[in-house]
Each structure stands twice: as C-alpha cells, then as structure tokens.
C-alpha cells in the first residue's frame, strides 16, 4: 500500500537558518504533493501545492521541491522566524485514486 | 466569506452513548472530508462526500461509524456507541470540486469518552 513518510518528527533550528523538511512516497506515483502547516490546537492549513510536472514551486519565504525520481518532496523555509514554528504536513492522494494520505509531520521549532 | 465551520467544538460523551458531529463546508464546495487524529499521531482519512454520496469510506471503521452529506445542511459524522478508544480530534475539509485541490479545514471537534 502506498506509504507517506516525513523522516523527522522534531526539528530545532536557529532563527535566520533555512529549515528543510522531508516528505517520501513509496509504493505509488502521486500527481501532486501538498504541504500543509498545523498548529497546536487547529486544523491544518493549506501552504503549497506542487504537481508531478513541476520541479519547484515558491511562495514567498517557502519553496517546495519535487523529484519524481527520488519519490520526494522537500519544503524550505527560508530566513526562518519563531512564528514559523508548527507542525508541518505533506499530503497526497494516490494517482487514479483516492487514497488519502498524511505524513506524520515533522514538528519545526525555530529559537530566537 | 466564512470558513469551514465544525460544531460543537467539545463534545464529551459517556461509554455507550452517541456522537455526532457536523460539518459545513465553504461556500460554493461540494467535497467534504473527515480526518481522525489522535494525541501525538497524525491526520487518518475516513471518509469522503459528495452531495448526496459517499465516494470514499476506506478510512472508516466498518461498525458504529456513518457519514453522510446530505443536498442540504451540514455533513455530519456520527458515532455509535462510543468507546474511549474515540476520544480524539475530528477534522473536517472542504474543497471546491476535486481531491486534487486545496483543501480547507475546519477547527475540529475534541470528542472526550469518558
């Protein structure tokens, strides 16, 4: 069966870094990964939506990657704040089907 | 333009008795998703709706779970007989016409099964 996995659950960093977070598939192709970022307490939002014809997509500090080849997607945030600091999702839907899939998420903390 | 609404908010519930919780999509969206998520453990899908029709329920116990969405008012996910092993946060999304689309969530229930 299809399989999403984000391979960190905590990631601390410095605030100003790049934090880099990780999403892999396996078992399937998706047409399109999206990130999404949840804070404690809430449903997730919605970031950024990259299909499978597309290397990179940017929306201001973030950027999100993804290699077909690899069966990954990576997100970026750029000159990251302490505000940035959630938990990060990335979800897909299996190619021709439903299959909805969450990653875990990886938990960002960003020390001022 | 309002957002996805969920209520209650809180629900608490003792063994045995039934749960529901409602969900209304944004305006203009005719998907509607539900999402489980337990303490420290990520978002599991349940179910999938349209108007009128469950496209999806993979994700959803077979017994003392249901959902439907109906051409009017709110989806609802409801609960039978409740076990503690229920407690958790229910989310539902909406999006506009397809899977492959930004979906919006709602704030969730907290369901407690005491």
């Known amino acids: 069966s299809q399989k999403i996995e984000q391979n960190s659950e905590a990631l601390n960093i410095q605030e100003g870094k790049t934090a880099t977070l990780t999403c892999n598939y396996t078992?399937?192709?998706?047409?399109?990964l999206q990130w999404y970022r949840q804070d404690p307490g809430r449903g997730p939002v919605f970031l950024l939506l990259i299909r499978e014809n597309e290397k990179e997509k940017r929306k201001e500090r973030l950027k999100v990657t993804f290699d077909t080849t690899l069966k990954q997607s990576l997100f970026h945030i750029t000159a990251s704040q302490p505000a940035d600091s959630a938990t990060y999702l990335c979800f897909t839907s299996g190619a021709g089907s439903y299959q909805l899939t969450f990653g875990k998420g990886t938990k960002l903390s960003v020390i001022p | 333009n309002a957002g996805v609404m969920q209520n209650p908010r809180h629900l608490v519930r003792r063994r045995g008795q039934e749960a529901r919780l409602r969900c209304s999509p944004m305006?203009?969206?005719?998907?509607v998703y539900w999402y489980r998520q337990l303490p420290e453990e990520g978002l599991k899908f349940m179910v999938y709706l349209q108007k009128e029709n469950i496209i999806d329920e993979s994700g959803m116990p077979k017994e003392r779970f249901s959902a439907e969405f109906p051409k009017e008012g709110p989806s609802i996910l409801r609960i039978q007989q409740v076990v503690r092993g229920d407690s958790a946060a229910y989310f539902c999304?909406?999006?506009?016409?397809?899977?492959?689309?930004?979906?919006?969530f709602g704030p969730g229930t907290r369901l407690l099964v005491l």
């Open positions: 078992n399937y192709s998706p047409a399109y």
């Open positions: 999304a909406s999006s506009p016409r397809s899977i492959q689309e930004t979906q919006y």
């Open positions: 305006k203009g969206h005719s998907h």
